[in-house]
């Protein structure tokens, strides 16, 4: 198609044609129009300065070559948004042109501010050389004027400057300008940044987000400080004693060397071991790498952390006179604690169960003289043998009670013995004399076959009668116990650390757990830091024996010891470390060895202890149970008498003790193992009791040891297997052999002794030899089955599956019982 001008003009393009991709220009008339592809369409725009139409709109071009079915209204909107889309397009433009014109300016401005900062380095380092210089010429000149004082008869000339310059400056000026040299071949300065700007170079004013260190600096200026003076000087190397535990890792170790973790890690991978600086290597091979590096080796263990408790020596000076510690022992009822009342004037005894002291008791009195006396009641019964010997382990002097109408026991046997093998003093005290079976001379006589002379038998001794009831003889008894405290002279130091033994230890629902300390040196106050066993704490209270609150415990002082981590065991040491970072680090290294102790004992060490456990745990049938108990003395005595019941078939399993009231995560235990819960004096909460009932766990309440370990002997009584014994009712002798169809052999026999019966068990004996065991198949006497056979009368026998049966075998008839067993 040809316009009026004789040019050829376009084509529309199909609706797929793609935004602004085409512009050509054609007449129409004298006009000239631009032709402008819209995404859909492409419309004719009029050419700037083109003439408007007389209305003021813009041309819409001829109809006639215009696409069908667009109207003047569709063609002037499409010219608009044409018009609209140009305009934004060229403030955009312009505001990428604004933007990048302003990061250019930012990128200058911090390009400036970089190569200020780096000039000033550079002045600074140059000021600095120039005083080096500056103090390298003033010593060479004071080395002159020394020279020359000392040789005052060469001539010198004195209008000339005796400073020179230098050594080191000519030298120090040609790197300098080899290194300007460098720059300038590379085309710049190395420092110069090239390339954008990153987030981390601009918050950090720095070349990849890294500062220069103070050390850095430091040896920087060593180093041109040693170079101005004319040479490099090795630095003097410190040999240092570097502690090595048993592991330790790779940047520890090079922080105790004062070494670079790099260098470190490089000694190692030299020696073949390919480690980062976070891995923990071996005392053996941290060893050879500070051999390596000139330092001394100090090994170490972890169990020198409990050197900061370490016993100390105390000066004879500061020892001062203690109360002693006086231990009651002796057998169970023999009146030990009444004893103690009767001294105390307290009814201690009306709070135990049963009358039985289940505790160990500590408490102090204080005698008419005014002399103080420091008493440990410990239980007489049995199973509290470990409690009695921790009482004898902190005691200066133990008080016998035997009882006159009931003479020696075994429990007063155990009480010597620990005694005994505490060596102490020990002191007989005769009591319930008032008793009409009183006699208290059979005690003295039964006393001389443990060794014990008292001294109205001759001996060293102190013996006093006494009577808890009517109150005789207890003037006597303290007046014997100040005498032995006497010839003892017992001493502390009050002004140090406190040291104290646990006496008792519980978990108390109000205040947590709760330790009964006996200090033994030193003095405990509040707000000690301290560390017990496994435990440690601060001592947030002190309670006496009273009930009342002190700021501080001496020696002997018996105390309840609140602010503790955890229950305690009772007889575990108590240290009063400095800080609580020590008391952390030891309690934790106890409970470690702790753990890997109990570890070692139950693991089997070779293939046949292992094969031999697993045989014996096959055979032997065990009865789990929980023990909880209200104090950590009682719960480790009920332990140890579990483990006394049983034998080799039947044994008690404590799954787990300890104190304080049942919980739910008891119960969850209990009904996991299938064990019943023994609770010692403590109950369980609400909801360990609503846990147990849905889950048919088995809770048990003793307040006296003697139910506990009575009726867990009778539930391990029932694990035995019945015993089976036989008895012999008869004998019978085989006189001839006769072959019956339908049964087959039968025995003619004659019953010789007892009875023979149907349903008994019988053997066949040849030649006193059993050579089988059955039972009978047929019993008859002449044509009759009968039950059994009189001794004199002839039956026939038939055994049951055996035939070979001959004349003159003898036939032996029994009976088995079954006997229901009982632990001892």
Known sequence: ?????????????????????????????????????????????????????????????????????????????????????????SEEAEARETEERERAEDRERRRAEQEQKEREERE?????????????????????????????AEETDVSRPTSRPAPAATPRKQEREREDAGKRAKGGDDNRRSGKLTLNQALSGGEGGRQISMAAIKRKQERARQKAMGGSVEREKIVRDVQL?????????????????????????????????????????????????????????????????????????????????????????????????AIRNAKVVAGEAGGITQHIGAYQVKTEGGQLLTFLDTPGHAAFTSMRSRGAQVTDIVVLVVAADDAVMPQTVEAIAHAKAAKVPMIVAINKIDKPAANPNKVRTDLLQHEVVVEKMSGEVQDVEVSAVTGDGLDDLLEAIALQAEILELKANPDRAAVGAVIEAQLDVGRGPVATVLVQNGTLRQGDIFVVGEQYGKVRALINDQGERVKEAGPSVPVEVLGLNGTPEAGDVLNVTGTEAQAREIASYREKAAKDKR????????????????????????????????????????????????????????LHSGVGAITETDVGLAEASGAPIMGFNVRANASARNTANQKGVEIRYYSVIY??????????????????????????????????????????????????????????????????????????????????????QECGMAFENYDDIRPNDVIEIFEREEVTRTLK
């Open 1 to 89: 198609m040809s316009d009026t001008d004789g040019k050829k003009t376009l084509g529309l393009r199909g609706a797929g044609a793609r935004p602004g991709n085409v512009k050509q220009s054609f007449s129409h008339g004298r006009t000239k129009n631009v032709v402008v592809e819209t995404k859909r369409k492409r419309v004719v725009v009029p050419k700037p300065g083109a003439a408007a139409t007389p209305s003021g709109k813009a041309p819409l071009g001829d109809p006639s070559k215009r696409p069908a079915g667009i109207t003047d209204a569709e063609m002037e909107r499409r010219l608009k948004a044409v018009q609209a889309a140009k305009a934004r397009e």
């Open 124 to 152: 600074r380092e140059e000021s600095l050389k120039a005083k080096a210089e500056e103090d390298e010429r003033r010593k060479l000149e004071a080395e002159a004027a020394a020279n020359a004082a000392a040789a005052p």
């Open 245 to 341: 535990p048993e592991a330790i890792v790779v940047s520890e170790l090079a922080n105790r060397m004062a070494e670079r973790v790099g260098a470190v890690v490089k000694a190692l991978m030299n020696n073949g071991l390919m480690v980062t600086q976070n891995q923990t290597i071996d005392a053996d091979t941290a060893e050879l790498i500070i051999e390596e590096f000139g330092h001394n080796v100090v090994r170490v263990s972890d169990a020198d952390v409990e050197d900061v408790i370490k016993v100390e020596q105390d000066n004879v000076k500061d020892l001062k006179t203690r109360p002693p510690v006086i231990t009651i022992m002796g057998h169970v009822d023999h009146g030990k604690t009444s004893l103690l009342d």
């Open 599 to 654: 570890a070692a004992a139950g693991a089997a060490t070779t293939l046949e202890q292992l094969m031999a456990n697993a045989k014996a745990d096959e055979n032997v049938s065990e009865l789990p149970i929980l023990v909880k108990a209200d104090v950590q003395g009682s719960a480790e005595a009920i332990v140890q008498a579990m483990e006394k019941i049983g034998n080799d078939e039947v044994r008690v399993r404590v």
């Open 707 to 792: 139910d506990l370990v009575d009726d867990v002997k009778a539930a391990a009584s029932g694990l035995l297997s019945a015993e089976i014994r036989e008895n012999f009712i008869g004998y019978a002798t085989i006189k001839e052999v006769f072959k019956v169809t339908g049964i087959g052999k039968v025995a003619g026999c004659l019953v010789t002794e007892g009875i023979a019966r149907r349903s008994a068990g019988v053997r066949l004996l040849r030649d006193d030899v059993v050579i089988h065991e059955g039972t009978l198949k047929t019993l008859k006497r002449f044509k009759d089955e009968v039950a059994e056979v009189q001794s004199g």
